[in-house]
């Protein structure tokens, strides 16, 4: 359903080491890239890239929107959650239950852009 998710960056320099670090944690790498992006995939469908706004305006972070990032079981959202912290991003909530059987750790990248590591089960 969803092919590619983008979010936008002020420094591409940075971007790139933080998500080539959390990325690889899901088994993605770069897939493509050029003077204004860089897309990560994993092979199993949908990308996740960062961009330099391509109308030129400064890269802005969207109140309410966030990325999740699927992970196959609780010990991954955990390792993940921890190693966005660990390359310099923020807490946005600690991985942990959410209620039935969602799992998820909440942060935000370099940029302020809001992602999660979630899993169901």
Same mark, same amino acid.
Not at 16 to 33: I, N, Q
Not at 92 to 110: H, K, M, S, T
Not at 113 to 120: D, E, G, Q, R
């Given at each position: 359903?969803?092919?590619?998710?983008?979010?936008?960056?002020?420094?591409?320099?940075?971007?790139?080491?933080?998500?080539?670090?959390?990325?690889?944690?899901?088994?993605?790498?770069?897939?493509?890239?050029?003077?204004?992006?860089?897309?990560?995939?994993?092979?199993?469908?949908?990308?996740?890239? #960062?961009?330099?706004?391509?109308?030129?305006?400064?890269?802005? #972070?969207?109140?309410? #929107?966030?990325?999740?990032?699927?992970?196959?079981?609780?010990?991954? #959202?955990?390792?993940?959650?921890?190693?966005?912290?660990?390359?310099?991003?923020?807490?946005?909530?600690?991985?942990?239950?959410?209620?039935?059987?969602?799992?998820?750790?909440?942060?935000?990248?370099?940029?302020?852009?809001?992602?999660?590591?979630?899993?169901?089960?």
């Amino acid at each position: 359903m969803i092919g590619y998710v983008m979010v936008g960056t002020k420094n591409m320099k940075r971007a790139a080491e933080f998500y080539d670090g959390l990325l690889a944690e899901l088994g993605a790498k770069r897939a493509m890239e050029g003077d204004k992006f860089i897309a990560w995939s994993n092979g199993k469908g949908c990308m996740f890239s #960062v961009c330099k706004p391509y109308d030129g305006n400064p890269s802005t #972070v969207g109140n309410g #929107v966030m990325v999740a990032l699927a992970a196959p079981d609780q010990a991954t #959202v955990d390792r993940l959650y921890k190693k966005a912290l660990e390359l310099g991003g923020t807490d946005e909530g600690p991985a942990g239950p959410r209620g039935g059987n969602f799992y998820a750790g909440y942060f935000r990248d370099l940029d302020g852009n809001k992602l999660n590591a979630f899993c169901m089960g």
